[in-house]
């Protein structure tokens, strides 16, 4: 596995935010979440649900 990895973006818009976390929940068994408060267009709980669409286990602690 690389040491950095660049995946790049053509604009950087919502979508470019959330390329890395999905590349790191692709790659992971598990997602450790730290969410704060409840609002679900951050991108904590846009990775935590990319998880749980996946059918991986979450933790989720809230802050």
Same mark, same amino acid.
């Given at each position: /596995? !690389?040491g950095?990895? #660049?995946?790049? $973006?053509?604009?950087? #818009? =919502?979508? $470019? *935010?959330? $390329?890395?976390? +999905?590349? /790191? @929940?692709? +790659? %992971? %068994? /598990?997602?450790?979440?730290? !969410? +704060?408060?409840?609002?679900? %267009? %951050?991108? =904590?709980? &846009?990775t935590?649900n *990319? =998880? $749980?669409? &996946?059918?991986?286990? +979450?933790?989720? @602690? !809230? @802050?």
């Amino acid at each position: /596995m !690389p040491g950095l990895l #660049e995946l790049g $973006a053509a604009e950087l #818009e =919502t979508p $470019a *935010y959330h $390329a890395p976390n +999905r590349w /790191m @929940v692709d +790659r %992971s %068994s /598990m997602t450790i979440g730290f !969410p +704060r408060g409840d609002d679900p %267009s %951050s991108g =904590t709980w &846009q990775t935590l649900n *990319y =998880t $749980a669409d &996946q059918g991986k286990p +979450r933790l989720i @602690v !809230p @802050v």
